[in-house]
């Protein structure tokens, strides 16, 4: 839903597309999470069309056309994506026709993910510029229940950017019913007090920023020693935190 109105986003497209977002993936590594891109969205997104290959696809030699007939290319980059020739071509008919481009990474090394600059490396030379040097929105999938709503919600919000009805707005500010960033975060077990030690570089201000996140119930102590009362201590690890020896006492 839109913030601004707290109903339902328009699902427009303009002329010529049949499809929102089409789904550009390789199987082995990709197909499972493309699949839930697509369900979650529809459910999400009232209205959405979603190319996906085992739905959609009639006819491989008519690849370009479907991504020109797409108002959104969803490129899911997994290790295999830049090796197969029909994602290629996906690819490049999406840069041949100007078309606007959402990048989703697969952020679990067991199913095909890993770091960005290593995914880029399995890429053709001539295409990593306009892939990874252009402002594309990112998004890092990620399996975790609410954070996987998190992808989906950015995703969302990339694709709603670029149909006729918003493509004139910089920013659409949207919220999924049950989101984890909608609830207010107690500690209703018990009063938990932080500690924060002073020897600790960052932990205080990040000890506060949780303080901030969920005022009731949690209190951050940051004295020069462990206060009985403390239920946790905060431990922020940087290039930094060991450089003062009071901490490892």
Known sequence: RLVSTNQPPEMSVGMGI????FNSHIWSTGQDAVAVVKRQLQILLPGIKIFLDVDDLEDIGALEEY?????VILFFLSRGYF?????LRE?????AGNKPIVLVQEADP???GGPLEDLRAECPESLQPPIFDVDWPLVVWLRIDDFRLLSLKLIAEA???????YAREASLPIYLPGELLGQTLTFAAQPVVLWASPANPGAKALADELADICPSGLTVASSAEAPE????????????????ERLAE
């Open 110 to 112: 067991d199913r095909g």
């Open 18 to 21: 049949t499809w929102h977002l």
């Open 229 to 244: 009362s403390a239920t946790h201590m905060l431990l922020y690890l940087n290039e930094h935190s060991f450089s003062d």
């Open 91 to 95: 690819i490049r008919a999406s840069l």
């Open 67 to 71: 991504i020109q007939r797409s108002q």
């Open 159 to 165: 694709l709603l950017l670029c149909t006729p009805a």
């Open 83 to 87: 090796r197969s020739q029909n994602c």
